[in-house]
């Protein structure tokens, strides 16, 4: 995408439109004069997590701004953690009305639903006519990142985050247990049976991002499972040779581990059942451990700490030794429903969510007063976390570090500090060259059909492998191999392939 200036159209609600196209809500086009808003419209949006109890009131206030300024109101509707994997494209299947909706690439459907043509292509003229300070503020590396067959879909978030996974522990029995900290796959290993032999679960389930990334290994983004099925070797930007999941010697190893950790009592027999949210094991007390984000453990650390001051829940980086990935912008976004009836006015909404710093603090922090107080100009304190909680509604599609609060700690506890500390040695160890498969997305449309099959036939067997509750783990590995060639396996690395190799050429 080529950077040009922005327009700034007026924005006249009520008002008489001047130049020639007179309507903002006229499909796919860009005014070249002022945007009418008179027409109140009603926009509805999709997040991605659980309504919090204080969201709608939050909300509320959000479009107290929205009809003040655009003349419109929005209305949220959630996709849990446990169902969004089987409803998402069921939204746009069932062409249900909806206007917005929280994307990602890899791991919240961006490519899938692109090749399904759930997503409204947006061009430079739509997005400087009805996001002029998006445009301006999203770098252009960003919107390449978001392409695909040359048109960008959705709108990057722009954060420079870590694509690191942590642990969030209980402190209290990694003393218990004689240790100081986990930093590689052999501590974790030692803790998880230490935590069994004590009959305690040690987490929710087997840690499949922790050992494919730790052994260098990332998915490529836009296949199966959520790029879990194509992977390449990331620690060797020299390398590239695309790596089927099932013909890789980790996977199997991994597998059986597992099965030993789970026959150990490491995580529930029932896992696979529960409808349990990543976190919910560690604030319950029924896990040891919780595997998230860094800004996710740590919220939730803090919650289970004020709950359970004795559990001394902390920080640890069990790939501590390995050079660090940043995130691509597009790992948060947000899309337009291709089949909005006000695609127009939904794009200035999130100009909206993306730039207004009113907006943003709601979005992120809550009501002033109630959930958050202000320190100087770009900092908060928290007052109460337990009605809304900070960036914990699904707001990380329209993340803006340009205006975004940081969190100000009068008193900090040893969980702020130990944060501190792993993050300043994450910014000395940052990978400083990356495999050049990071930018490359599989667009699945010549194989969709195939792409179907493969992830229902995965379901059967997959989940139980990686989670070791299977009785023969070579016997289930043969299974969901033959299960996968059945349903078009090769097909859909015939054209990995392919794409690949173009994607190469071309860059």
Not at 113 to 133: N, R
Not at 347 to 358: I, Q, S, T
Not at 386 to 405: A, F, K, L, M, P
Request: aromatic letters at 12%; a negative charge; glycine letters at 8%.
């Amino acid at each position: 995408m080529i950077r040009a200036a922005a327009q700034v159209p007026e924005i006249i609600p009520g008002g008489a439109v001047s130049g020639e196209n007179s309507s903002a809500e006229a499909s796919g086009g860009g005014s070249t004069g002022a945007i009418d808003t008179s027409e109140h419209v009603e926009l509805k949006m999709y997040l991605i997590g659980d309504r919090t109890p204080d969201f709608d009131e939050v909300y509320g206030e959000i479009n107290k701004i929205l009809e003040e300024k655009l003349n419109c109101s929005i209305s949220v509707d959630f996709l849990s953690w446990g169902e969004h994997d089987t409803k998402y494209s069921l939204l746009f299947s069932g062409q249900e009305e909806f206007d917005l909706i929280f994307t990602a690439a890899g791991w919240a459907h961006y490519q899938q639903t692109v090749a399904l043509g759930g997503f409204y292509p947006l061009s430079e003229e739509f997005i400087q006519t009805y996001a002029p300070d998006i445009w301006e503020v999203v770098p252009e590396v960003a919107w390449q990142q978001a392409t695909i067959d040359g048109q960008v879909y959705m709108v990057p978030n722009y954060n420079s985050e870590f694509g690191q996974d942590v642990l969030a522990v209980r402190g209290d029995l990694l003393e218990k247990y004689g240790m100081k900290d986990i930093t590689s796959w052999d501590e974790l290993r030692q803790f998880y049976l230490a935590c069994a032999a004590d009959g305690m679960y040690a987490s929710q389930g087997g840690p499949w991002y922790t050992w494919f990334r730790g052994q260098g290994f990332r998915g490529i983004t836009g296949t199966p499972k959520s790029g879990e099925t194509v992977l390449f070797n990331n620690d060797d930007p020299n390398d590239t040779k695309v790596y089927y999941l099932l013909d890789w010697d980790g996977f199997s190893e991994y597998c059986h581990q597992m099965k030993e950790l789970a026959d150990a009592g490491c995580w529930s027999k029932d896992v696979l059942n529960s409808g349990d949210e990543r976190q919910t094991g560690l604030l319950t007390g029924r896990a040891a451990t919780m595997v998230w984000n860094m800004g996710s453990c740590v919220t939730y650390g803090k919650q289970a700490n004020a709950e359970h001051p004795e559990w001394k829940v902390t920080i640890c980086d069990p790939q501590a030794d390995r050079a660090k990935d940043v995130n691509p912008y597009t790992n948060n976004g947000v899309a337009i429903n291709i089949n909005s009836q006000h695609k127009e006015r939904a794009m200035m909404v999130l100009n909206e969510f993306y730039c207004n710093p009113a907006i943003q603090d709601l979005a992120m922090l809550g009501i002033e007063g109630k959930h958050w107080k202000a320190v100087g100009d770009d900092q908060y304190e928290v007052i109460d976390e337990s009605g809304y909680g900070v960036s914990s509604n699904c707001n990380w599609g329209w993340n803006n570090e340009s205006i975004q609060r940081k969190e100000y700690i009068a008193d900090k506890t040893a969980l702020d500090e130990r944060q501190e500390e792993l993050e300043a040695l994450w910014k000395t160890n940052i990978k400083e060259t990356e495999n050049p498969y990071r930018g490359f997305s599989f667009d699945s449309q010549n194989v969709s059909t195939q792409f179907a099959a493969v992830e229902a036939a995965m379901g059967t067997y997959y989940d139980p492998l990686l989670n070791g509750l299977v009785d023969d783990v070579d016997a289930s590995i043969e299974a969901l191999r033959k299960a996968m060639d059945d349903a078009g396996m090769q097909d859909i690395l015939d054209e990995v392939e392919r794409q690949a190799k173009e994607f190469l050429e071309n860059n």
